[in-house]
């Protein structure tokens, strides 16, 4: 198979699980017990923290371990909510679902809720934002980069736009961290939260940095891990493996985004090549530099992709795939019906070859034909 759907998710990297396999082992300590196993696995949590907060720029203190993204931005967006018991959040209509149902979820329960409108690019106008703030609005969550685009939002505005008015800033940077620079000195937010399976660790661990200062009622409550944060054992060995995906991470970054957006434009420009009236979805420029999301002329992706099963990569977000129905992403971004259902999404990784991304370009163009098209 060739796999171009590392957006969806990665392969654990073999460091990664090096990093693992003692805590899942004979060092199975609990992290919160004071012998010598229980000591063993809380260094390996701390050491894990201290790799994220590297990668990120930020303290150690000011991470909070979570199963993943989903759990860290509803830990956010009902979290901040429960603390001011009303108000307003601000967010994007091309947000995931990990954001997007939250803020739905929270409307039903009497929160105000504003999604503003994109560009044709997938692009938030910042001047929507400076817009929609109003006295009572008490988060605005945007997501860093699109997982269908790639479409590279601006925070920078955006979170200075939220620091004037006060209101506490978030954003889902699940897709982008791993891929692209993510530094919270650089960026003005109070809340970020990342995934480690989509660079290269396992399924079911992320993390949530707290800006020193910013606060939100806990999600989950028991005992005191995390600083009171969330509740839970750590779950030391997946912890272990995110924090050696964060340290290859930071020391793969200079040369890997280079190397990602070679094989993204060497695919872009050979599927050109042989089907002239393919459309690029999200802009050209702000996009991570291992995505491309692309519609292909005459033809749905699903019937394209139906006769391809030895190559992987996805119609929609994986997070709902399975149906063949016009991405949200895509209708906000205003893309025709015919362009949205035959839009198509290759995202490559670190273990893309040229010649995959040759030969995926060789069999879709052959499906192409056989389709007529």
């Known amino acids: ?32 017990c004071d012998y010598p196993l229980g000591l063993t696995a809380r260094a390996a949590v701390g050491r ?38 009303r108000g307003r959040i ?116 992320g993390a949530l940095y707290v800006r020193a200062g910013a606060a939100f009622t806990p999600l989950l409550h028991g005992a005191s891990q995390e600083g009171g944060r969330r509740a839970g054992t750590e779950n030391a060995p997946y912890l272990a493996g995110l924090g050696a995906a964060c340290r290859l991470a930071r020391e ?4 890997a985004a280079a190397h990602l957006q070679n094989l993204r434009d060497r695919l872009h420009e050979r599927l050109l090549a042989g089907a002239p009236g393919l459309t690029l979805n999200g802009p050209v420029a702000e996009r991570l530099p291992n995505t491309l999301n692309v519609s292909f002329p005459g033809v749905s992706g699903g019937e394209l992709m139906a006769g391809l099963p030895m190559l992987a990569a996805s119609l929609g977000s994986a997070c709902h795939a399975g149906r063949e129905a016009v991405s949200p992403v895509l209708a906000a971004m205003g893309a025709p019906l015919g362009q949205a ?7 490559v990784g670190l273990p893309t070859t040229p010649e995959e991304v040759d030969e995926a370009a060789a069999l879709l163009l052959q499906r192409l034909a056989q389709l007529g098209r």
């Open 90 to 205: 601000i967010t994007a209509a091309t947000e995931h679902p990990a954001v997007l149902a939250p803020c739905r979820w929270l409307q039903s329960q009497g929160f105000g809720l504003t999604i503003l409108p994109v560009d044709g690019a997938g692009r938030l106008d910042p001047d929507e934002v400076r817009r929609a703030l109003t006295p009572d609005t008490i988060l605005i969550s945007v997501m860093h980069a699109n997982n269908e685009t790639g479409t590279i939002q601006p925070l920078r505005e955006v979170g200075a736009l939220a620091r004037e008015a006060g209101v506490a800033f978030h954003t889902d940077a699940a897709q982008s961290v791993g891929k692209i620079p993510v530094d919270v000195n650089e960026l003005p937010v109070d809340f970020l939260t990342l995934a480690g399976h989509k660079f290269y660790a396992p399924k079911g661990v």
């Open 252 to 255: 793969r970054l200079p040369g």
């Open 1 to 32: 198979m060739i796999y171009l759907d590392y957006n969806a998710t990665t392969p654990v990297a073999p460091e990664v699980r090096r990093a693992m396999r003692p805590l899942l082992e004979g060092e199975f300590g609990n992290p919160s």
């Open 48 to 85: 894990a923290r201290q790799e994220v907060a590297a990668l990120l720029g930020c303290a150690p203190e000011d991470i909070v371990f979570t199963s993943g993204a989903t759990e860290a931005n509803n830990t956010v967006l009902k979290g901040v909510a429960a603390l001011h018991g």
């Open 341 to 347: 259902r035959g839009a198509v999404r290759f995202s």
